[in-house]
């Protein structure tokens, strides 16, 4: 039986997800990397604080967290919001697994409920969320349009989406062989789907398209992707990622991280804040 494409992103997260859950607080995310960032630990709360950084807290409304990971991103939605309630949802069953059993451990889970779902396919009433929130997970989405559609239906008048997401400078993917096949090679081995290679540009006229108000749409690549695949080139890191992976997958891993620092210093990839409102 051929595998879909949520199959397959479900298949990458899961290899070494228990052991993973546990290292550097539950967090999955590529950080946020200042000159002064020493530690992935660091990179990650940099980056959920930069993404919340504008949100004060609700006493009130819904949230919705998609993507959630192992929960450590939905837990600190949670503290900086203050919404009545978060669900968190994801794609692999693992992550699933891990994020309610460690909001248990945080007695939260009256105000945090964690359910494997497709972003794709969500199963909310409209007008339902105050905040829609996603940390890297829109590029993986079977598709980017399709999500951001349904998100908008799901928001409240005046309601938030707040996303972390990769962007593709197809201009210079297709400047020559050389640079299509290292894209596609990349964007496979990521489970990128084709539709998802938007740039800056494209992303502003989508969200505009939709009917979201864009607040903020800020490139911060410089920031994420050279400080990633530098930590991940680190012999503790890859070390660390073949004893939590395993051998074939921990060296995989790895390439990625490197191939994603490359493609962005070929200027082919970027990774973007987005703010937008539902008017």
């Not at 051929?2 to 479900?10: A, L, S």
């Not at 503290?79 to 994020?99: M, Q």
Request: net charge positive; charged share 25%; hydrophobic share 40%.
């Amino acid at each position: 039986m051929k595998m879909t494409h949520e199959n397959k992103v479900e298949r990458f997260y899961s290899h070494g997800s228990r052991k993973r859950g546990s290292q550097e607080g539950g967090y999955l995310s590529f950080g946020f990397w200042a000159d002064e960032t020493e530690h992935y630990h660091q990179a990650v709360e940099a980056l959920i604080n930069k993404i919340l950084q504008f949100e004060k807290p609700l006493d009130s409304g819904m949230a919705l967290n998609v993507a959630c990971g192992y929960g450590a991103e939905t837990v600190k939605i949670y503290e900086k919001i203050r919404p009545s309630g978060i669900i968190a949802i994801d794609i692999t069953e693992a992550h699933i697994a891990y994020a309610k059993h460690q909001i248990e451990l945080l007695k939260l889970s009256d105000r945090i409920r964690v359910e494997k779902m497709d972003a794709c396919k969500l199963n909310f009433p409209p007008d339902y969320f105050n905040y829609i929130i996603s940390i890297e997970g829109p590029a993986h989405f079977n598709t980017r349009e399709i999500f951001l559609r349904k998100a908008y239906k799901l928001l409240k008048p005046g309601g938030i989406l707040l996303l972390s997401d990769i962007v593709a400078n197809m201009k210079e993917t297709n400047k020559n062989l050389y640079n299509r096949i290292i894209g596609r090679f990349c964007a496979k081995h990521w489970h990128m789907p084709k539709a998802n290679w938007i740039s800056i540009k494209e992303m502003n006229s989508l969200l505009k398209r939709i009917g979201f108000e864009v607040d903020i749409l800020e490139s911060i690549g410089n920031y994420v992707f050279p400080g990633f695949s530098k930590y991940n080139l680190r012999w503790g890191s890859i070390k660390n990622a073949i004893q939590t992976r395993g051998f074939t997958i921990g060296l995989a891993l790895t390439f990625i991280s490197w191939l994603l620092g490359y493609v962005h210093r070929k200027n082919m990839i970027d990774y973007v804040f987005v703010r937008a409102l539902k008017i």
